[in-house]
């Protein structure tokens, strides 16, 4: 048997036990386009839709928050970023914590700086401008 033989013989064996599998029960239909494909396909041959199954229940249902997570997001929030300042200017005015006191303020400093700047461009012009070209993406 030549080579082009054998590649037409199993091309041909292929293609009988694929028939086979299309004439058992193991096949569905796309539901796209109506063919028939194997049960297990993730991808339909003929017209190439995913036949996936898609997760249940994946609808988001939004639930009142706890009045524990409010309790501490409001302690986080008002609190917490200050923490670092009221530490330093605590160990700054103990003797023996003074150049801990010192470092904790800076590095409160340089934070309350980053997050200035970010504040501000979030509630000023300067976030006008950062948008204003993908304003126009929407009319
Ligand atoms: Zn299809």
Known sequence: MSNDNANQYSAS???????KVLESNEVKYCYNCGEK????????????V????????????WKPWSSMAMFWLIVGT????????IMGIWSLTTSGRRSQGLALLI????KDLI????VLIFTTTIFAYFIEPFIYLFD
């Open 13 to 19: 064996k292929t293609n009988e036990n694929y028939n």
């Open 50 to 61: 995913s036949l996936q199954k898609l997760p249940q229940n994946n609808t988001y249902e």
């Open 107 to 110: 590095f409160a400093l340089i």
């Open 78 to 85: 008002l609190f917490l970023p200050f923490f670092g300042e």
């Open 115 to 118: 997050l200035l700047f970010f």
């Open 37 to 48: 494909v194997l049960a297990k396909a993730v991808v339909c041959v003929h017209c190439g």
